[in-house]
């Protein structure tokens, strides 16, 4: 069992910048991809931007440019840094992690709690 610890939401105003950060605990599970995801209400949950172990990004269309998601192996943690907020970027943001156990190295997937992130205009 991996847990997802999730920091740094907030209230922004438009234009404004904040940071997430999710720590994973450490376990038997090697995490491939990290990626951060967000759920608008009534909206389904989307893609925001996934890194692998090895550094490759990827980022939905909507936030390339404004957003730039790293990682921390040693650590296993992933930042997300938001630039230039946007109103429509108003969300829960969810960590995830990706992996296999080391043991029989079987996939599966985590997710952290949720941390809130309000753009105003």
């Known amino acids: 069992q991996v847990q997802l610890v999730e920091s740094g939401g907030g209230s922004v105003q438009a234009g404004g910048s904040l940071r997430l950060s999710c720590a994973a605990s450490?376990?038997?599970?090697?995490?491939?991809?990290m990626g951060w995801y967000r759920q608008a209400p009534g909206k389904q949950r989307e893609l925001v931007a996934t890194?692998?172990?090895?550094?490759?990004?990827n980022y939905a269309d909507s936030v390339a440019g404004r957003f730039t998601i790293s990682r921390d192996n040693a650590k296993n943690t992933a930042l997300l840094q938001m630039n230039s907020l946007k109103p429509e970027d108003t969300a829960v943001y969810y960590c995830?992690?990706?992996?296999?156990?080391?043991?029989?190295?079987?996939?599966?997937?985590?997710w952290g709690q949720g941390t809130q992130v309000t753009v105003s205009s």
């Open positions: 450490r376990s038997s599970f090697r995490i491939n991809v």
């Open positions: 995830n992690a990706a992996g296999v156990t080391l043991l029989t190295f079987t996939p599966a997937d985590y």
């Open positions: 890194i692998t172990s090895l550094g490759r990004t």
